[in-house]
T-cell receptor
């Protein structure tokens, strides 16, 4: 199957700093990417939909100024957690879709810890 | 609006026993349905998907699921559990927008 690479897999940052997470589709062009957040022992919550070349669409309750999403190319989307706080600590996962098919391909996830 | 309900946050089976993980969905349009598996601190791996073709869907690692429209169900089964099947399993529904709505997940425990 298609490969989606998410980097970094783990990051620890100080409160008040910003962290960027990258999601790359390695062997296909991803017209749409999704960003999810997963709390401990919980399901995945969709944060936003990222379309190449346009502004991301955020789900209700997700702060777009805090979670900046950029989808500058067909193979890369980035999520930047700005002015991070301990409550932002979570597991963030991206998924990518190509131009055909109904399957989402997921990255390996990023464990963010804000101290 | 679409939604997914997974009955049972934890399911425990003996090695070699039948695995049954339940999933019911709600959708106002013909749904696409998926089962994903997640190992600790990892992303999601697709087990199988239903996209309006055959109602009995076979996936990887011996898993299969049957789409039953009358029951709005898409339960996941495996005839014989293996220790390596221990993981978190998520059922998900999608419309044509590819946006996935996940169930709350079921942790499968396999006893030796």
């Amino acid at each position: 199957g298609a490969v989606v690479s998410q980097h970094p897999s783990r990051v620890i940052c100080k409160s008040g700093t910003s962290v960027k997470i990258e999601c790359r589709s390695l062997d296909f062009q991803a017209t749409t990417m999704f960003w999810y957040r997963q709390f401990p022992k919980k399901s995945l919550m969709l944060m936003a939909t990222s379309n190449e070349g346009s502004k991301a669409t955020y789900e209700q309750g997700v702060e777009k100024d805090k979670f900046l999403i950029n989808h500058a190319s067909l193979t890369l989307s980035t999520l930047t957690v700005t002015s991070a706080h301990p409550e932002d600590s979570s597991f963030y996962i991206c998924s990518a879709h190509g131009q055909r098919g109904t399957e989402a391909f997921f990255g390996q996830g990023t464990r963010l810890t804000v101290v | 609006a679409q939604s997914v309900t997974q009955l049972g946050s934890h399911v425990s089976v003996s090695e070699g026993a039948l695995v049954l993980l339940r999933c019911n969905y709600s959708s106002s349009v013909p749904p696409y349905l998926f089962w994903y598996v997640q190992y600790p601190n990892q992303g999601l791996q697709l087990l199988l998907k239903y996209t309006s073709a055959a109602t009995l869907v076979k996936g990887i690692n011996g898993f299969e699921a049957e789409f039953k429209k009358s029951e709005t169900s898409f339960h996941l089964t495996k005839p014989s559990a293996h220790m390596s099947d221990a993981a978190e399993y998520f059922c998900a529904v999608s419309d044509s927008s590819y946006k996935l709505i996940f169930g709350s997940g079921t942790r499968l425990l396999v006893r030796p």
